[in-house]
């Protein structure tokens, strides 16, 4: 698609393109902007929740809510007693139905981090469902550096480019 304006020359009309700018084409303080940009679109993962934990007996148990424009969920996360990195859940989460009772929503799992700068930090990988639900919800959620809270995060899946078959 090209971008361009019209423009007249004497009785004729005419279209003159516009050459497309992109980042690469940009110099100074507007090819940094761009830059950033591009990184903050990325890297960008909004909190919809928290979860702080709390004592119910012998175990330490997570609550906290989610709120989106659409959902407003009130949870609890109880641990399974299965090890980080397991494929069993660590917890299994609840939330409280509109009767007051607690109903089975989902499970999370303990993962540890590869990123360099923050190897082996565990956060929790947060799987959400309900026959109410179009789709399912996954989240992450990270302990919080200056407390004992967790921030539940969302971040859009992004589209993965897809492998040119090989001829």
């Known amino acids: 698609m090209f971008w361009g304006r019209y423009g007249t020359k004497g009785d004729e009309v005419r279209f003159v393109p516009i050459p497309k700018l992109g980042p690469k084409t940009l110099s100074g303080p507007c090819a940094e902007r761009a830059s950033f940009n591009q990184q903050k679109k990325a890297n960008h993962m909004t909190q919809i929740g928290s979860l702080t934990p ?29 090890a980080a990195n397991s494929n069993r859940p660590s917890h299994r989460i609840y939330a409280k139905s509109g009767g007051g009772q607690y109903a089975e929503i989902g499970s999370a799992w303990t993962k540890e981090m590869t990123s360099p700068d923050k190897f082996g930090q565990t956060f929790l990988s947060i799987t959400l469902d309900d026959p109410s639900f ?12 200056n407390s004992a809270d967790y921030a539940i995060t969302w971040r859009r899946r992004q589209d993965r480019p897809v492998a040119a078959a090989a001829e």
């Open 54 to 82: 709390s004592q119910d007996g012998p175990e330490t148990i997570l609550i906290g809510s989610v709120k989106t424009l659409s959902l407003h969920l009130d949870i609890v996360l109880r641990p399974t007693g299965e």
């Open 134 to 145: 179009a789709h399912p919800l996954n989240v992450s959620a990270f302990k919080q550096s």
